[in-house]
C-alpha cells in the first residue's frame, strides 16, 4: 500500500478528517485532502443553522413557497425527503422549530452529563412519526434546483447533511487506492484497492472503544444523545434527537447506535432510527451491522447480515 | 574487314594470378563476414528471446503466488483476518436494496485504553495532518457522535 495521507480539522462544531493513499479524480493524496477541506468547510458555512447567513438560513426564513437553491441544497433537500420517506417518518429532518423550543438554538454543547440526563429522564418509550409528516410536503426539482414547501416548514442539516457530504466526497475519492472520509462521525469508507479499514465506535459514557470493525467500502454512521445535552427552561434534560410524534427529546432507552450500511447517509438513517426505535425495535435497523449501547451502559454488537 | 564481336581478353600475365588471388582473397573475407553476421544476429536473436522468457516467468511466478501489486498487498489475504482480540472474528457481507454491498468483520473486545480515541476527538482550534505515514493497512478512524 502505498504512503497514506490524512488530514483533520474542526468543522460543523466537531472534528473532521480525510485519509487517502494513492491519486484519485482530486489528483495527488495531498491535492485530495485540500479538496475534502475546502468542500467541508464551505458547506459548513452554507449549511449551518445558527448563521442567519447561511444558505440554510436564507431557504428557511424566505417566506416564497418556491425557492430557487443551489444544487447542492436541493440534493439535500432530495435527501431529507428520502430519509422521512425511508424511516417512514421517524428520521425527520423538518424539526426546526422544535429544536430550538427544546434550546438547541446555537452550535452544540453539552452542559450534562449522559448519565446525569438519564438521571432525571422520563420513562423510556419508542419514538414515533409525526402525524403531521411535513416532510412529506417538501417538492424537490433536482434539474431546476427549486424547492418547494408549505411556510413554516424549514429544514434541519444534521447528520443527513453530513453524510451526504461523506458520500459526494468518497465518490470522488473513489479512484484512490484507499480513502476514508470522516464528517463528523458519519464516515465514506473506500477505494479501489478494497484494503479495509478498522473502525473504532466509542463509548458514548467515557470514550473508550467499545468495538472495532473492519470495513472495505461503505458507510458508517453513530447517533446518540451523549454528546450534546442540557437542561432546558423547565428543568428538565433535553438533547437534539427528538420524537416526531411529540417534539420531545426522545428517551427510549437507548442511547447511543452506529450503523453501517452502503453509504454514510443510509447509515446515517439508520443509526438515528435505531436509537429512535428503542431496544426492541432498533436492531432491525442495523442489518447491515452494527452497535448499540443501552442507558445502562451495555451494548449489543450486531453483525452484518444477522 | 570484319570485326571481332567477342572482347579481347589481356593476354596472360603475372599481374592476372595476383588479380585472381586477391579476388579469391576478397570473396573469401566477405564471405567470413557474411558468416559472422549471421551469426552475431543469431546470438542477439537467441539472447532477446531468452531474455524475454526469463523476465516472463518471473512475473508470472511472483504473480501467481498471489504477490500482486495492483493489489495493494498479499492477494492471498482476500478476507480479513483477526488480530489481537479475544474472541473469533466473522466475516461477513451483506447486500443492500441498492444493490452495493459492505464488507466487514467484526473483532469484538472492550478496550478503555481512551488515548488514541480521545486525541481524535478532541476539539482544537488547529489542524492536525500527516503524510508520509507508510502502513501495511489503513488507518484507523472512529465513529461517534456528534
Known amino acids: 500500500m502505498t504512503t497514506e495521507a490524512s488530514e483533520r480539522f474542526p468543522c460543523f462544531g466537531t472534528l473532521c478528517g480525510a485519509w487517502v493513499s494513492g491519486d484519485s479524480d482530486a489528483g495527488d493524496a495531498e491535492r485530495a485532502l485540500a479538496t475534502v477541506k475546502r468542500c467541508l468547510l464551505r458547506w459548513h458555512q452554507a449549511f449551518t443553522r445558527f448563521d442567519p447567513n447561511s444558505a440554510l438560513s436564507h431557504l428557511n426564513d424566505d417566506s416564497a413557497s418556491t425557492v430557487v437553491v443551489s444544487r447542492m441544497m436541493a440534493r439535500f433537500a432530495s435527501e431529507v425527503v428520502r430519509a422521512g420517506t425511508v424511516s417512514d417518518g421517524l428520521v425527520d429532518g423538518t424539526m426546526v422549530s422544535q429544536l430550538e423550543q427544546a434550546g438547541y438554538r446555537e452550535s452544540p454543547h453539552s452542559s450534562l452529563s449522559l448519565t446525569e440526563a438519564l438521571s432525571h429522564a422520563p420513562p423510556r418509550k419508542p419514538a414515533r412519526a409525526s402525524p403531521e409528516r411535513r416532510w412529506e410536503t417538501l417538492v424537490v426539482d433536482l434539474a431546476k434546483a427549486q424547492i418547494t414547501r408549505p411556510p413554516g416548514v424549514k429544514l434541519d442539516s444534521g447528520g443527513i447533511a453530513k453524510g451526504m457530504f461523506a458520500d459526494i466526497l468518497g465518490d470522488v475519492l473513489a479512484s484512490a487506492e484507499s480513502y476514508a472520509v470522516d464528517c463528523g462521525g458519519d464516515l465514506r469508507i473506500g477505494g479501489a484497492g478494497g484494503t479495509p479499514r478498522t473502525v473504532e465506535v466509542q463509548s458514548p459514557f467515557d470514550d473508550g472503544v467499545l468495538h472495532r470493525f473492519k470495513v472495505g467500502r461503505g458507510g458508517v454512521a453513530t447517533s446518540g444523545i451523549g454528546k450534546r445535552s442540557w437542561m432546558d427552561a423547565a428543568g428538565r434534560p433535553a438533547h437534539h434527537l427528538l420524537d416526531p410524534s411529540s417534539g420531545r427529546p426522545a428517551f427510549t432507552g437507548v442511547v447511543q447506535a452506529t450503523a453501517l450500511a452502503a453509504t454514510a447517509t443510509d447509515a446515517e438513517i439508520c443509526a438515528k432510527a435505531a436509537i429512535l426505535s428503542g431496544p426492541h425495535e432498533g436492531r432491525g435497523w442495523l442489518r447491515d451491522g452494527g452497535v448499540m449501547v443501552f442507558d445502562d451502559g451495555g451494548f449489543e454488537v450486531i453483525d452484518p447480515g444477522s | ?146
Not at chain 2, 7 to 12: S, T, V
Not at chain 2, 109 to 134: I, L, N, P, R
Open chain 2, 1 to 146: 574487314m570484319s570485326t571481332d564481336p567477342t572482347p579481347r581478353r589481356p593476354p596472360p600475365s603475372a599481374d592476372s594470378d595476383e588479380l585472381t588471388s586477391a579476388r579469391a582473397l576478397g570473396s573469401a573475407r566477405v564471405r567470413a563476414q557474411r558468416a559472422m553476421t549471421r551469426r552475431i544476429r543469431r546470438t542477439i536473436a537467441a539472447g532477446t528471446v531468452c531474455t524475454f522468457l526469463a523476465v516472463w516467468l518471473l512475473i508470472f511466478g511472483v504473480l501467481v503466488s498471489g504477490h500482486d501489486p495492483a493489489l495493494g498487498r498479499d492477494a492471498r489475504h482476500t478476507a480479513v483476518s483477526s488480530t489481537g482480540t479475544s474472541s473469533s472474528p466473522t466475516t461477513s457481507g451483506s447486500s443492500t436494496d441498492s444493490g452495493s454491498s459492505i464488507e466487514s468483520t467484526t473483532e469484538s473486545g472492550t478496550s478503555t485504553d481512551s488515548d488514541e480515541s480521545a486525541s481524535e476527538t478532541s476539539t482544537s482550534d488547529s489542524s492536525e495532518s500527516a503524510s508520509g505515514v507508510s502502513a501495511s493497512e489503513p488507518a484507523t478512524v472512529s465513529t461517534r457522535q456528534s
